[in-house]
């Protein structure tokens, strides 16, 4: 082999190998989505967010719809509302949260 073409493969080795890690470290990091009925997703989302001590008194509305959860209603402080986000975030089978959480009572 020439210098070149020993240069050549060298290159086309790295690109696969490039491209491989990318490939296995995309796919890693995706998250794993539960396929879960909308009403189970709706009162466990519900649940976690009553259980949550920081919610005391709060009144948020939940909705699901195609696993695309819906937050609804108003809140003491922006602490809250993130915290529901982030509740109905962490609840297995929800595809994406839309947060409409005012602040404010």
């Known amino acids: 082999m020439t210098t070149e073409s020993t240069y050549r493969a060298m290159r086309i080795a790295m690109g696969l190998a490039v491209a491989t890690v990318t490939a296995t470290v995309g796919c890693a990091t995706k998250p794993v989505v539960i396929a879960r009925d909308d009403s189970a997703i709706t009162q466990d989302v519900q649940a976690r967010i009553q259980a949550d001590p920081g919610s005391t008194g709060s009144k948020i509305g939940v909705d699901t719809k195609a696993g695309v959860v819906s937050l609804s209603g108003a ?5 809250v509302r993130d915290s529901a986000e982030r509740i109905a975030r962490d609840t297995p089978g929800v595809r994406s949260v839309d947060n409409n959480v005012r602040f404010g009572n």
Do not use: E
């Not at 809140?75 to 602490?79: E, F, Q, R």
């Open 75 to 79: 809140v003491a402080s922006d602490t």
